[in-house]
């Protein structure tokens, strides 16, 4: 079985996988980080969304073994000190979510999309960028509202 | 998703003999149509041999043609500065490539090694004339696409970089299947040095196809007008429950105005 190694959240972890052991598995069931959330496993809905190497990918369709040695972080790494970051915060504030399922991966993704995009977000930019995004709830209205106040608060 | 051997060998050397030696081995690079594929138990190879140690991303724009590693992400192509100013309608295809994580994940060799039938690579590929470079050969575009996700690759072959000559204008325009962000129809359209058009079409029929009547228009003037008298036919073209073959050929028009709007 292949050892993986990876930095998760700026700590160093280590744990023996099977090759077909997604990355989402592994932080949810051996690091028992459960914020990460599956919402299809099929790679359309994007609730699974992490940075890996700095980049938002779908940890539904990435192997864990394919990670060795990367730097990964998950919505549990966003908040410090007992902080939200500011993008949590303005979910949070502009009423983002209702029952908060797809909220991991649209703040993950939101907070990629301003290191890609700037702090200056348009409406068109927002939804684009959101792309790989489904939720059940919202209409995303509220959640493009959060992720535009949000970013100039990065 | 059953279970299988993993290797990620870091020469190209070693990743043939790996697959050599294999019952049943894949390459995997993005994984994002391995892994989906996988998971529905469409492929259950024994083992699993990962291209991503081959370190093989990068892109070197040179005078006349652009050479893309094939380990290059969507993202990477999309925001390199080079291709940006060579071939704009080529970064502009991989920006448009489902969403920004397939992006961070999706390899162009991966995406013409598996060629879908309605993937946007195949056609900027065929429309500029690309060469697809293998551990063993080079193979022009219009040699290896052989139809619905089939190609001139070997079980064992390796795509190692794409290259791409310099033309004049290009431009690309899809339709894109809303749900599965696909092309239900995309366009790519070409101006070479000299003035001749090529025309490739994805999502349409069951592999990616130039439109030769297209072309003939084009190459006079390479503008939407020129494209007035031709009505493509639905013959042969997909039917399913996104769209029928009349609504295809249709498209084929609209995109390929659109595209010839956008070229640069
Ligand atoms: C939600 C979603 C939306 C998508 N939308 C689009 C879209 O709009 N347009 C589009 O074109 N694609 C789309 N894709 C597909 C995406 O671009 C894939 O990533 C791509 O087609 C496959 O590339 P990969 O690097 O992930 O390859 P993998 O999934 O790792 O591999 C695919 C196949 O290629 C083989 N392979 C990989 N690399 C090589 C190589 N170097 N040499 C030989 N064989 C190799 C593998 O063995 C496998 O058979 C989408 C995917 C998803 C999940
Ligand atoms: S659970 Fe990964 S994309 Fe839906
Ligand atoms: S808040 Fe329920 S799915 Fe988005």
Redesign the pocket.
């Known amino acids: 079985m292949p050892t993986v190694s990876m930095t998760v959240n700026g700590k160093a972890v280590k744990g023996e996988v099977e090759g077909r052991t997604l990355l989402v598995e592994f932080i949810r069931e051996h690091l028992g980080l459960t914020g990460t959330h599956v919402g299809c496993d099929t790679?359309?809905c994007g609730a699974c969304v992490v940075h890996v190497d700095g980049k938002a990918v779908k940890s539904c369709?990435t192997l864990a073994a394919a990670c060795d040695g990367a730097a990964v972080t998950t919505i549990e790494g966003l908040a410090k000190d007992g902080k939200l970051h500011p993008m949590q915060e303005s979910f949070r504030e502009h009423h983002g979510l209702q029952c908060g399922f797809c909220t991991p991966g649209m703040i993950m993704s939101a907070v990629d999309l301003v290191k890609r995009e700037g702090k200056k977000l348009d409406e068109d930019t927002i939804r684009h960028g959101l792309e790989?995004n489904i939720c059940r709830c919202t209409g995303y209205q509220n959640i493009v509202k959060a992720v535009q106040a949000g970013a100039e608060k990065m | 998703m059953e279970n299988f051997n993993y290797h990620r060998p870091s020469k190209v050397a070693d990743a043939v003999k790996l697959m050599k030696k294999a019952k049943d081995g894949?390459?995997?690079?993005?994984?994002?149509?391995?892994?989906?594929t996988m998971k529905q138990g469409l492929a259950t190879p024994t083992d699993i041999i990962d291209?991503s140690g081959l370190k093989n991303a990068g892109v070197k724009v040179g005078a006349k043609s652009v050479v893309i590693q094939?380990?290059t992400t969507?993202a990477a192509v999309a925001a390199d500065k080079g291709v940006r100013k060579a071939i704009p309608g080529l970064a502009a295809l991989a920006g448009g490539?489902?969403?920004p994580h397939?992006r961070h994940?999706?390899?162009i060799?991966?995406?013409l090694?598996?060629n879908?039938p309605?993937?946007?690579?195949p056609a900027a590929c065929l429309a500029l004339g690309a060469t697809i470079h293998t551990n063993a050969r080079k193979i022009p575009a219009d040699k290896y696409f052989t139809g619905l996700f089939s190609t001139a690759?070997k079980d064992d072959?390796?795509?190692t970089a794409v290259e791409f000559p310099i033309p004049k204008k290009s431009g690309y325009a899809k339709f894109?299947n809303p749900a599965?962000?696909?092309?239900m129809v995309g366009v790519y359209v070409v101006q070479d040095g000299k003035g001749a058009a090529r025309v490739a079409v994805t999502g349409a029929g069951p592999g990616v196809f130039r439109q030769a009547d297209m072309e003939v228009a084009l190459s006079k003037s390479f503008k939407a007008d020129a494209l007035a008298g031709i009505a493509v036919k639905p013959r042969g073209l997909n039917s399913d429950i996104h769209g029928s073959a009349a609504y295809r050929a249709h498209l084929i028009s609209v995109m390929a105005r659109r595209a010839l709007a956008a070229a640069k």
Do not use: F
């Open positions: 790679s359309q369709s790989g | 894949k390459y995997l690079a993005g994984g994002h149509t391995l892994v989906p291209l094939a380990g969507h490539i489902g969403d397939v994940k999706g390899t060799g991966g995406s090694a598996n879908d309605a993937a946007d690579y690759l072959e390796i795509i894109p599965s962000l696909y092309a």
